[in-house]
């Protein structure tokens, strides 16, 4: 056989033969002729088998494979725009490598929760497909801007000794009968580097021991730190800006047909330029004191009170048509949308029942308070490009970021939210570089000083202003998917109370 074409390929070989090799992601076996949609892992496209002389050999064992078998087909390239990838291959050969049974996604739908435990398998799906191509594009993009902007890469440890944010979501490791920690930060190190190289960044999974189950936090994530020498906070909130629009951009430039399958409104991306909206975090607590966040979350609640009745209705119509004598694939198709209608059902239910509580809490904001997940989105709502909100009160803050020189209270540090209700996607900040003030802030959250006494030392020799950002791909590839749930934008998510496969 010839060597196999790549479905993204099919577009070069219009009219010729081809040989594809892949897996069966549908099929619709008839008498006569049978539809399959072939998967090979660069795309989707639509096999035609027609009964006659030539497949007669194969036709019968064609007809009887299901889901997920592997097989090879040769066979010539028709354009056709209803097709499923726009081509249509007439098969005219094909050899079966694996007929699989029993596959267990089927086309009907499935919960969340039987997806995630079937991940190894889930990855064949369209959407899962479409995500991660696009997070790889990401992960590309993050290192293309920082190794074309001149940072230098610095792998920072994966085991650290102390506490680099908050204490109470460290991971505990036994180091040969030392404690210590998986990483929350490679900041630190970072700023250690940046005194020797200007310009760096690290890439690489970090670990939160978060014990709250939302959709924004997974226990283990990819963050991009960089971190620069001599710069100021309005210095580092330029590079988290360029940066982001470069994400964006490429994502659009190489995927738009993802982010379409996916059900993204590309204008909303398009949208993502220079510049993103700044917020003091005193601007921030008055915008949840307005009546514009109230009526927001009013409306959301009749809004959000209209879609369940509307997929009340949906889901009778559906189950009326499951208990009838329809064809049975109509039933089985009916009842795999019941279970998908009813998830997204509780989903909204769980919402609504929250809005009540979220309106109390941005009404009751009281300056000091650290933003919440609900408050974030409601700041974020209310924006059209991503907004940084800056100038965070000083005790809601790690110990490293800057003082205010002008306003002790704060700091100077900034969170980028992601419009569209998504919420924080970085945290960023100027560093501390006085060694006075950054020793009393130690001190102030008790923190034990000789496990600090090497990043003091950065303040001891030659300290010089300086900041970075770490941003979360997951959140990040999430906003640019309009994927909910970060858990769907890592290969294998680690949350809370689930770490299978
Ligand atoms: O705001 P964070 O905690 O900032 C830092 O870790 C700084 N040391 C970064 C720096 O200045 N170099 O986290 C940064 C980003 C968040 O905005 C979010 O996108 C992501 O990391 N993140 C999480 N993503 C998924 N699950 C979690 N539990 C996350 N915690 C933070």
Redesign the pocket.
């Known amino acids: 056989m010839k060597q196999p074409t790549s479905i993204s390929e099919l577009k070069n070989h219009v009219g010729r033969e081809v040989t594809l090799s892949g897996w069966i992601h549908h099929s619709r076996p008839g008498g006569k002729i049978c539809f399959i949609v072939l998967r090979d892992g660069t795309g989707f496209c639509q096999l035609v088998v027609e009964k006659n002389e030539q497949t007669a050999s194969f036709y019968d064992d064609i007809k009887r494979l299901s889901q997920e078998s592997s097989l090879e087909v040769t066979g010539t390239v028709h354009a056709d725009e209803r097709a499923t990838g726009g081509f249509e291959v007439r098969v005219t050969h094909a050899n079966v490598i694996h007929a699989a049974r029993d596959y267990p996604i089927t086309p009907k739908s499935h919960g969340i929760d039987f997806l995630m435990r079937h991940r190894h398998l889930w990855f064949r799906s369209q959407r899962p497909w479409n995500v991660l191509r696009i997070r790889a594009t990401v992960v590309d993009q993050i290192r293309r801007f920082f190794n074309d902007n001149g940072y230098v890469l610095i792998d920072t440890p994966i085991f650290a000794p102390a506490a ?2 908050g204490a109470q ?1 460290l991971f505990k490791v036994d180091y040969f009968g030392d404690p210590v920690y998986l990483a ?5 190190y ?1 700023e250690a580097a940046c005194m020797a190289h200007r310009k760096v960044y690290c890439f690489g999974p ?1 670990f ?1 021991a ?1 014990k709250s189950k939302t959709r ?4 283990e ?1 990819w ?1 991009v ?3 620069i020498a001599f710069a100021s906070l309005d210095d580092v909130i330029a590079v988290a800006e360029d940066f982001v629009c470069s994400l964006v951009e490429r994502v659009l430039r190489d995927h738009s047909d993802e982010l379409t399958a996916l059900g993204r409104d590309l204008s909303e991306l398009e949208a993502i330029k220079k510049p993103f909206y700044r917020l003091r975090y005193d601007q921030c607590v008055e915008l949840l004191h307005s009546s514009k966040a109230r009526e927001l979350l009013e409306n959301d609640l009749v809004a959000k009170q209209a879609r369940i009745s509307e997929l009340g209705a949906k889901i009778d119509e559906l189950d009326t048509l499951v208990k009838s004598d329809a064809a049975q694939w109509k039933k089985d198709k009916a009842a795999g949308e019941v279970i998908e209608l009813r998830e997204d059902r509780v989903e909204l239910q769980e919402q609504m029942g929250n809005i009540p509580h979220h309106i109390e809490l941005a009404k009751n904001f009281e300056w000091g308070g650290d933003l919440g997940g609900s408050d974030e989105t409601i700041i974020s709502r209310l924006h059209d490009r991503p907004v940084f909100c800056t100038h965070y009160p000083k005790g809601v803050k ?1 110990f ?1 970021m800057r003082e205010c020189r002008d306003d002790a209270r704060v700091v100077e540090n900034f ?2 939210l992601a419009p569209q209700g998504v919420g ?6 100027a560093r501390e570089e006085d060694y006075d003030r950054l020793l009393a802030r130690i001190e102030h959250e008790h923190l034990p000083q000789a496990d600090y006494e090497w990043y003091l030392d950065l303040r001891r020799f030659g300290s010089v202003p300086h ?10 590839v999430a906003w640019i998917c309009g994927v909910k749930h ?1 858990r769907e934008t890592i290969p294998y998510p680690r949350m809370m109370g689930k770490f299978y496969p």
């Open positions: 680099g944010e979501t929350q930060t490679g900041q630190l970072l970090t939160r978060e924004r936090h997974l226990t994530f963050m730190e960089p971190e790690a490293y969170d980028l924080e996607i970085i945290g960023g900040s900041g970075g950002f770490g941003l979360g791909v997951e959140r990040t970060i």
